[in-house]
């Protein structure tokens, strides 16, 4: 049972990435799936979560219009694409899932399954 987390890089401020995760040993259309963010020195925090099946998603107010994520279930894979991407943004991005319905309450519940961290840098 393994979610893998894959796509950080460098970006320029005002540029995108697309950051994929995908399981292996588990269905993700079973869970919602959610993406989490790191900084240095700063609480983890929720960014975009997902519902199994791809219809219902939730989304931080700092990221919306910004980042997109979204479900590709034949490749059991979740991605978040990423846009117009600020110095704030940088942090090391995770997945993680869990049982439930994506809402803000959603990232109350230490999910049971995460990925590794991929770091995203945003800088000039």
């Known amino acids: 049972v393994q979610l893998q987390a894959s796509g950080g890089g460098l970006v320029q401020p005002g540029g995108s990435l697309k950051l994929s995760c995908e399981a292996s040993?588990?269905?993700?259309?079973?869970?919602?799936i959610g993406w989490f963010r790191q900084a240095p020195g700063k609480e983890r925090e929720g960014v975009q979560c997902?519902?199994?099946?791809?219809?219902?998603?939730w989304s931080e107010d700092s990221v919306k219009g910004r980042f997109t994520i979204s479900i590709d279930n034949a490749k059991n894979t979740v991605y978040l694409q990423m846009s117009s991407l600020k110095p704030e943004d940088t942090a090391s991005y995770y997945c993680?899932?869990?049982?439930?319905?994506?809402?803000?309450?959603?990232?109350?519940?230490?999910?049971?399954?995460w990925g590794q961290g991929t770091l995203v840098t945003v800088s000039s």
């Open positions: 040993g588990f269905t993700l259309a079973d869970y919602t």
């Open positions: 997902i519902s199994g099946s791809g219809g219902s998603t």
């Open positions: 993680a899932a869990a049982p439930g319905v994506p809402t803000s309450t959603w990232y109350l519940v230490t999910p049971g399954y």
